[in-house]
């Protein structure tokens, strides 16, 4: 389907609008269609979820024409669509419309989304439409710098959104037997075998791996095609009560939502009845409730737990007491003043908490008697700093010890920025070989990247190139680490190219032509094809040099080599085009008698050199067809240098 409908330019805000979907798993599940942002030409921001934000930065190369964002107004994913059906309409809902790089086989579209954080292992998906004349490889990293797998994409199936009897389509006509094929060997969508403009063709993904870059490389195969993207998310709902032992009332208590990254989500409190909920929550694994009582209690054990709303609503209860003298409490911190969650503290062997999301921990029944209160657990990538404290728990007091606190420190961390000629490159792998083994890390949409709180001790800081791309200097950077962080580890990429051209004769296109291609990466050859036409792709940035080798039965009308540039904006150089002229077969020559002569028989002349009889007519006839060759070749040259 090629005519599209106008281009939302202009976008200055992401606005999610709530879509209830058509069969949700609970009473609370809502849909959400994904909003869009244009920043430029070639750069977009998507916002696939509210709650806690999923949001990704867009970069691509795709060519111009009717690209960008589509209002949805005219083409949508119905609610009687595979995908519609769990997450609802798209209609009215915004799209992202993307071509190849430009329209020849060898020049693909890199187009890659780099989230904000990682992305949940369910409740979301993203649909590829109008794949038809065309194909996508789809391609993922995670957040370790690991790519992931066909099967960890998720794909759900494909679909023809115009086929007859889908319910609330569009005004489009489609063929239900019209959809992409999915091969998870290459991890490539591919439209209908006749490369066929047609209406309709779409497939959708539900990846179950976090993932920190997704990229699509979009192909020609025919004509002038598009592709559409569309992006949405599942909401669910948080709920649970926190109750005491007593009478007493258990409002005032403070609860924190957190998801798989760490990230807090939101935080609220305990209403009279002692009952909390968090809303619209994105529907995944991975979240976690905290409690944190009010002052003059504590929560029983534990203080935090899961909350999973992946297939329905999460109930998430809590309990606590009136605090029982004596208490003893106080607060880890890093060397910068900021909490660390997570830390073990202990009063006595045998007697140990945890650290909440503020960093506080406490010990509400300390018996009379003298500790040493320590830290003797923290979080990976830490060090205590603060040796363990004496107290003492007086007889025949109730007043709480406080202020008990430590400081760890923060193990210094790596980082750096890939860039390329135009500016930062994101979702390149980085990835660091040290004293504990190997971490990963992919860049952000400024390029840059971070492996935080490393082991002290040399490393090897290895980038791998995307698809597009060659490494521009070294691949390979050392580095050592000690007390303090280390920056300016930095990378940069050059964007490959193409060469295309055609070559014709005056007869037509030539096929079978030897065309090389010699420059930076050495030298490659291809072969025209029956249209005369050739194309070399993913060529490193330089000089190049094109010689054309005519077959045989051919002679050049021209030069046979050229030189053509690729620079690291990684150009598709076409339009280098040959000519060649057919090679007219001469005549065999005519044969000579031998040295030895023939006998004569008696009576007849010796010949002297006079013409033999019948000679003269057959001596006219060559020289007219030798001058009309003559006569036509010259015609020719003559129209030819004119």
Not at 162 to 185: E, F, L, Q, R, Y
Not at 554 to 567: L, M, S, Y
Request: aromatic share 6%; glycine share 14%.
């Amino acid at each position: 389907m090629r005519s599209r409908l106008p281009i939302l330019t202009a976008v200055a805000a992401l606005v999610l609008l709530p879509v209830v979907a058509a069969t949700p798993a609970s009473a609370a599940t809502t849909g959400l269609w994904a909003g869009w942002g244009t920043t430029s030409p070639t750069s977009y921001t998507v916002q696939v979820a509210n709650t806690p934000p999923l949001t990704a930065t867009v970069s691509t190369d795709s060519r111009t024409g009717q690209i960008g964002v589509i209002s949805g107004a005219s083409t949508w994913l119905a609610a009687g669509t595979p995908v519609g059906a769990k997450y609802g309409s798209s209609q009215g809902r915004p799209y992202l419309n993307l071509r190849p790089k430009a329209d020849n086989a060898a020049s693909p579209s890199t187009t890659t989304y780099a989230f904000a954080a990682p992305t949940p292992t369910s409740g979301w998906t993203f649909v590829l439409g109008d794949i038809d004349a065309d194909k996508v490889q789809v391609r993922a990293v995670g957040p370790d710098g690991v790519a992931l797998t066909a099967a960890q994409l998720g794909f759900d199936g494909g679909f023809n959104y115009c086929a007859p009897g889908i319910a609330g389509k569009p005004s489009c006509t489609g063929s239900a037997t019209d959809v992409p094929t999915w091969d998870p060997a290459t991890q490539t969508l591919t439209g209908n075998a006749a490369a066929a403009d047609t209406n309709g063709a779409a497939a959708w993904f539900e990846p179950n791996a976090p993932i920190a870059t997704l990229t699509f490389v979009y192909t020609q195969r025919a004509g002038l095609p598009v592709y559409q993207t569309w992006f949405a998310s599942l909401a669910r709902d948080v709920t649970g009560t926190v109750s005491t032992s007593d009478a007493s009332s258990p409002a005032g208590a403070t609860l924190t939502l957190t998801d798989a990254n760490g990230t807090v989500v939101g935080t609220t409190t305990s209403g009279p009845d002692g009952s909390y909920s968090f809303p619209g929550v994105q529907a995944s694994d991975g979240y976690t409730v905290s409690l944190t009582p009010p002052a003059g209690w504590i929560a029983d054990s534990p203080i935090s737990r899961p909350a999973d709303v992946s297939a329905t609503d999460a109930v998430v209860d809590f309990s606590m007491h009136v605090i029982v003298p004596v208490a003893v409490g106080g607060t880890v911190r890093d060397t910068a003043g900021n909490p660390v969650p997570g830390a073990t503290v202990q009063l006595a062997p045998g007697i140990t908490t945890t650290t909440g999301p503020g960093g506080g921990y406490l010990f509400d029944e300390a018996a009379v008697g003298t500790y040493t209160v320590r830290v003797t657990g923290v979080p990976d990538g830490y060090t205590v700093v603060t040796p363990g404290q004496p107290i003492t728990v007086p007889p025949g007091v109730e007043t709480p010890i406080t202020g008990v606190d430590f400081v760890v420190r923060e193990n210094p961390g790596l980082s750096g920025t890939v860039t390329d000629a135009a500016g930062p490159v994101a979702g390149v792998v980085i990835t660091a070989t040290g004293p504990d083994g190997t971490v990963g890390a992919v860049t952000g949409a400024d390029g840059t990247y971070t492996l935080p709180r490393l082991a002290p001790g040399d490393y090897a800081v290895t980038m791998a190139p995307p698809e597009g791309y060659v490494v521009s200097g070294a691949d390979e950077r050392d580095a050592t680490v000690t007390t303090d962080d280390v920056t300016g580890v930095d990378f940069a990429l050059a964007k490959t190219g193409s060469v295309a051209g055609v070559v014709t004769s005056d007869a037509g296109a030539v096929a079978g032509a030897s065309v090389r291609v010699d420059g930076p990466g050495g030298s490659t050859s291809v072969t025209t094809a029956a249209d005369g036409s050739y194309d070399l792709g993913a060529l490193p940035p330089g000089d190049y040099t094109i010689t054309l080798t005519p077959p045989a039965g051919f002679t050049a009308d021209g030069p046979v080599t050229r030189t053509v540039t690729i620079t690291a904006a990684g150009d598709a150089v076409v339009g280098q085009d040959f000519a060649l002229t057919t090679t007219a077969t001469p005549p065999p020559p005519p044969s000579s008698g031998g040295s030895g002569g023939t006998m004569l028989a008696a009576g007849e002349l010796a010949d002297t050199g006079g013409a033999a009889p019948g000679a003269l007519p057959a001596l006219a006839v060559v020289l007219a067809l030798t001058g009309g060759m003559a006569l036509l070749t010259g015609r020719r040259l003559r129209a030819r240098r004119g």
